[in-house]
């Protein structure tokens, strides 16, 4: 029986030490994507946190298009290494094809759960101190605007109420159920098969 409590232990250790250097390198791959501003104590934290890996990474493998494609491939790897060290904490094996897939699964969803996040602490603030500026506010409005411009030209407001970011979060919910859903399925199909 005590080995099972050890066994959760490991796993919740993996899980969270690795989820938490990944979500810095995707905050950052995010906040680089819709140019936000690289001055600000946040994202200065970041760039500190996770430079270590990604400056030779960069030599390697050079951006894209304006995306930073060393930090997608270090954002993999890390979540395979993670899903690899969780099996063997657990006593599973998977198929290297299975835990690629359900790695970009895996990143996907925590895309998608920052913009909720970002989208939700921004309406929060808005209740409460609406029009207030510090370098959080500034960096959750810069992540969550390129979502919620489109669908303010769609639905404008309704007696000075915006709908928009509801719809956004309602889209990004779906997704999870009809996007990250089937691909992390797919990817526990192919590594157990």
């Known amino acids: 029986m005590g080995g099972n ?3 959760h232990a490991g796993v919740f250790l993996i899980q969270t ?3 938490l250097y990944i979500l810095a390198i995707m905050l950052r791959f995010l906040l680089q994507w819709v140019r936000a501003d690289f001055y600000n104590p946040v994202s200065q934290f ?3 946190v996770t430079n270590p890996p990604l400056k030779p990474l960069r030599r ?3 951006g894209f298009w304006g995306i930073d494609l060393a930090a997608v491939v270090l954002m993999l790897l890390l979540q395979m290494l993670e899903l690899f060290l969780v099996g063997v904490v ?3 094996s998977f198929r290297p094809l299975g835990v690629l897939v359900m790695s970009a699964g895996e990143l996907l969803s925590l895309a ?3 913009f909720m996040v970002a989208i939700i602490i921004q309406i929060i603030l808005s209740w409460i101190q609406p029009g207030a500026y510090n370098p959080v ?3 959750i409005n810069r992540l969550s605007e390129p979502l919620l411009a489109p669908a303010r ?3 404008p407001p309704i007696s000075g109420l915006d709908l928009s970011p509801l719809a956004v979060l309602i889209l990004l919910q779906l997704s999870l159920i009809l996007l990250v859903s089937p691909i992390r399925d797919l990817g526990r199909m192919l590594a157990f098969q």
């Open 5 to 7: 409590y050890a066994e």
């Open 17 to 19: 030490l690795f989820g």
């Open 46 to 48: 970041l760039v500190k």
């Open 60 to 62: 390697l493998i050079p």
């Open 90 to 92: 657990v006593g599973q």
């Open 112 to 114: 998608i759960y920052v």
């Open 137 to 139: 506010t500034g960096l």
């Open 153 to 155: 030209r769609l639905i």
